[in-house]
Structures are given as structure tokens and as C-alpha cells.
């Protein structure tokens, strides 16, 4: 296959996948596809930290093969995280390049073995343990629990001073340009903050820790190379880093999410008065239609807003179903600091906004009385919806 490898320092080589057509990750849409970082460590005992998807092996095989001309000199994995997206290829790669040791977190072999039945070739490593690859070279590993997965990990590897993150400070972004420091910046940031919001935040405390832990690893890093997107270098070198303490903080800001659906178009008219409410006090607000929105992008917008309003008719006794698959989403997230809000029209019973108000407390919100208007189609019935939105607005003033 047509490949090569792309060179990120004097002997590590990306060797990973470009996927320009994802188009969903478990339940997070990715607008721009994704890439799955490898990457191939040249020297007498080559080494490949990490694997792809598994429809993308022969992808990586092509590259890894433009540098040492066979992955079967490869005699060293590192599987730093054990997700099929970085882990599928791993079981046909070791039956076919027989590699010598694989290591992995004690948490890593575990699941490794459950997903794939590897057995003997896994090796545990734990925080603090390194290994010699050659070359003057040590891998050193950090275990990373719970970020996301309980298996993952991150190695540094001395000399070259690159810190490989798999899954952390990446993003879902297909692109050829394989430094941040060669994309935009308003793009790097905000595929990143997407990232964070729908994979990360619900592990924000366990963010905090590692950042706070970096300084006494005492590691003169020149690279952060994720898994997923560019890798960072340079000047951006502690933007991700910055962004990470910002973002796992939750510090609301004054700015609302308002998410809703409609049946026939009185619920719709409801949300747009409330924001326009909300936006009278002087707030920020976001508006996400869930007919034609996905429910990720409103979790990148939910994270530090300081107030969350969802909007629901009632269908069936029940509320609507696509509000309903994002509350359940973003209740998964376990979002910090939030206001909530519910509201809707409804014709004959209108149960929905007390079962969105259920969800919400579920989620920790701090709930504001809720707005539920019999048919609302009247002047009067949008100037309390307008109403509504400025006692929201005056929630978070203070934020
Ligand atoms: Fe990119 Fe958690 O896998």
C-alpha cells in the first residue's frame, strides 16, 4: 500500500492511520474523522508504542515498512491503552511479527486478555518502571488510571524527550498536518475542547492529579504525541497542558445551554424567548435544535457553562425521545457546577418537563422552578417565556 512514515524526531517516526470518514465515536460526533496515532521507534530493538483500529493494520504496516522495511524487526509493543481504537490491530500484529515483549499497565493485561485472549507475550509495567530499548533510549512509564479507561498509561522516552499520551491532550481530527503548530489554532483548540468535553470530563478530578504530578516526574519534555490529532511541540507545548487545568477546573462562566425539541413548533418558540431572556441580562447563551444537533456538541458547549435549560413537549406521557438520549449522554459526563432549567409546551398532560427536572437533579443541577405552558402560543404565554430566561440569566450573574 502507498504509505509512509512520517518522521517526529531524530528515530520516532508516526506511523499511524488517517480515518478522513468517522463519522461517530461511541456516541460522540466526529465532524472532521480522526487519526490513530502509532508510533515506531528506529534503533536496534525497534519499538511500536501503540497500534490502530483494526481495519487500518495494513495502513500501518505500509509505514512502519517506508522506515525498517518489515514490521517483523519489530521486537518491542508498548500498548499504552487498551480501546480497540489503538488495540484492535494489536492481536493480529503480534501473531503475525511475533514480537518478543508487550507491555502494558497491570490493569492493560487484564483487559487486553479479556478483549483478545493475548496471554504469555503481555508484560506488566507499573508507575516508575522503565525499560532499555537501545541506543542510550528509556521508556519510562506513568500509569494513568481511569483516563480514560482503567488500563491507560504514558511513557517517556528519554533522549528524543517525547511523551507519548495516547488518548490525552488529543482530538478526533483528520489531518495530514501532523504537528498543532501547522493547523489552526482556533481548530486545535476547539477539536481539543471536544475532545475533553465528551471523553474526558467526567474524569476531571483524575486530570487535576496528573497535572499537579507532572512537575516531580522531572521529565524535559519536548513532545507531547497523543493518539488522536497532532502532536504538540514548541511554543504550544503547555497549551494543552494549560487548557487540561482550565477545562478539569469547571469553573462556570456565564453562558447558558439552552437544548430542545419540538412537535409542532411551540416548544421551539418557548426556547428562543427564554434565550432571548437570558441573553437580556447580559449572558451568553447557546441554543442547540436536538431534531437536527448531536447531542456531543452540546456537551463541548455544556462545558463551564453555568447553566443548563432543556426544552421538551410532551409525547406519549412521556418527554421527547431525542432529549432524553441527551440527558442521558451528558449525565454520563458528570458535569460540575451547573444550573438547570426545564420547560415546554404541552397539550393534555405534559409530563415531560417534570421528567427532564428529574434528570437534571439527577445530575447534580441546581434546579430552577420549571416552566410548562398549556399550548404556549399566546403574546403572554412567550413574554413568561422571556421572563423565564431573565430569571436564568440572573442565576449566573454572579459568575
Ligand atoms: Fe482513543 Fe480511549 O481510545
Known amino acids: 500500500m502507498g504509505f509512509r512514515a512520517v518522521r517526529i524526531s531524530e528515530k520516532v517516526w508516526w506511523v499511524g492511520a488517517i480515518d478522513w470518514s468517522l463519522k461517530e465515536f461511541h456516541g460522540y460526533t466526529t465532524h472532521s474523522g480522526t487519526t490513530y496515532n ?59 511479527i511475533q514480537p518478543e515483549k508487550v507491555y502494558a499497565s497491570v490493569a492493560g493485561v487484564r483487559i487486553l486478555n479479556d478483549q483478545f485472549g493475548i496471554g504469555d507475550k503481555l508484560t506488566a509495567v507499573k508507575t516508575g518502571d522503565s525499560i532499555e530499548i537501545g541506543n542510550g533510549m528509556t521508556l519510562s512509564f506513568v500509569e494513568t488510571k481511569m483516563l480514560h479507561w482503567p488500563d491507560s498509561m504514558i511513557c517517556y522516552l528519554s533522549g528524543e524527550k517525547i511523551l507519548f499520551t495516547q488518548d490525552g491532550f488529543g482530538m478526533h481530527l483528520a489531518t495530514e498536518k501532523l504537528f498543532a503548530d501547522e493547523n489552526p489554532m482556533d481548530q486545535m483548540l476547539q477539536e481539543m475542547k471536544t475532545y475533553y468535553a465528551n471523553i474526558l470530563l467526567l474524569y476531571s478530578n483524575q486530570v487535576s492529579k496528573l497535572l499537579d504530578s507532572i512537575p516531580s516526574l522531572n521529565l524535559d ?28 477546573n469547571q469553573k462556570p462562566e456565564r453562558r447558558a445551554v439552552i437544548c430542545y425539541d419540538t412537535m409542532w413548533g411551540a416548544t421551539d418558540k418557548m426556547a428562543r424567548s427564554i434565550a432571548d431572556g437570558i441573553r437580556s441580562t447580559g449572558a451568553a447563551v447557546e441554543v442547540f435544535n436536538m431534531h437536527n444537533r448531536s447531542r456531543s456538541d452540546v456537551a463541548t458547549a455544556m462545558l463551564k457553562a453555568g447553566a443548563l435549560v432543556i426544552g421538551s413537549p410532551t409525547l406519549n406521557n412521556m418527554a421527547f425521545p431525542s432529549l432524553m438520549d441527551t440527558l442521558c449522554y451528558l449525565r454520563g459526563l458528570r458535569p460540575k457546577n451547573l444550573k438547570g432549567a426545564a420547560f415546554g409546551s404541552f397539550g393534555w398532560s405534559g409530563e415531560a418537563v417534570a421528567q427532564i427536572t428529574e434528570q437534571l437533579n439527577a445530575m447534580n443541577c441546581e434546579t430552577i422552578e420549571p416552566l410548562k405552558l398549556k399550548f404556549a402560543s399566546s403574546k403572554e404565554d412567550f413574554e413568561a417565556c422571556f421572563e423565564y430566561g431573565v430569571k436564568i440569566g440572573e442565576s449566573i450573574k454572579d459568575l
Open 38 to 96: 502509532a508510533y515506531l521507534i528506529e534503533g536496534e530493538n525497534p519499538v511500536l508504542i501503540d497500534t490502530v483500529k483494526a481495519p487500518f493494520k495494513d495502513e500501518m504496516y505500509a509505514r512502519i515498512s517506508s522506515v525498517i522495511g518489515s514490521p517483523e524487526k519489530i521486537r518491542t509493543i508498548i500498548s499504552n491503552h487498551a480501546e480497540p481504537d489503538h488495540s484492535g490491530a494489536l492481536p493480529d500484529v503480534i501473531r503475525e
Open 221 to 248: 519534555i519536548a513532545m507531547i504525541a497523543p493518539d488522536h490529532g497532532p502532536i504538540w511541540r514548541g511554543d504550544l507545548l503547555t497549551f494543552p497542558l494549560e487548557k487540561y487545568r482550565e477545562w478539569s
